[in-house]
């Protein structure tokens, strides 16, 4: 297993062409509890390229009805992210400042309950720019939403076999 850099140029892009439209290739799951991290997968997949093929635990889209969870949920994408040891992408929990082009932002209350995901798609003076599904946005200021808690997830590089 080798680890290659992620495109975050082409996650971005993704992003851009995406961010009001639905790609046909994915299912949209706005209406059965949300787009958003399907939607940041997307853009994952994009810049990296691969996949993980673990049953339950990784990380992959087939159809709407052969996928992981990790793939649209808010929780388990993150548990993946931060603890992927085999394919596809992985990440770190850092401080805002450390934030790049194509790292994902997690929304959540004081509870500690995490319900958006979001991928960064610009900066203005510094401040994250995001695009996103369910409540589509694309370059939509972090500080425009409402929140108690956030979590910064840099996308550290993607694995692959190849």
Not at 121 to 145: C, I, M, Q, R, T
Request: aromatic share 16%; proline share 4%; glycine share 10%.
């Amino acid at each position: 297993m080798r680890t290659i850099g992620y495109d975050r140029r082409k996650a971005a892009d993704y992003a851009k062409r995406w961010a009001f439209r639905r790609n046909p290739a994915y299912y949209d799951f706005s209406r059965i509890g949300g787009d958003c991290t399907n939607f940041v997968s997307q853009c994952l997949y994009a810049g990296g390229g691969t996949m993980n093929e673990t049953p339950v635990t990784g990380w992959f889209y087939r159809s709407a009805n052969d996928r992981t969870a990790s793939w649209t949920g808010v929780e388990f994408l993150y548990r993946f992210l931060v603890s992927n040891r085999g394919e596809g992408p992985f990440a770190e929990e850092v401080q805002p400042g450390a934030l790049e082009l194509g790292d994902v932002i997690q929304l959540g209350r004081a509870t500690g309950d995490y319900y958006h995901t979001c991928i960064v798609s610009g900066f203005l003076f510094g401040e994250p720019l995001v695009a996103a599904h369910s409540y589509d946005a694309f370059n939509k200021p972090l500080s425009s939403y409402v929140f108690e808690q956030a979590r910064f997830l840099h996308i550290a590089g993607v694995r692959t076999e190849e």
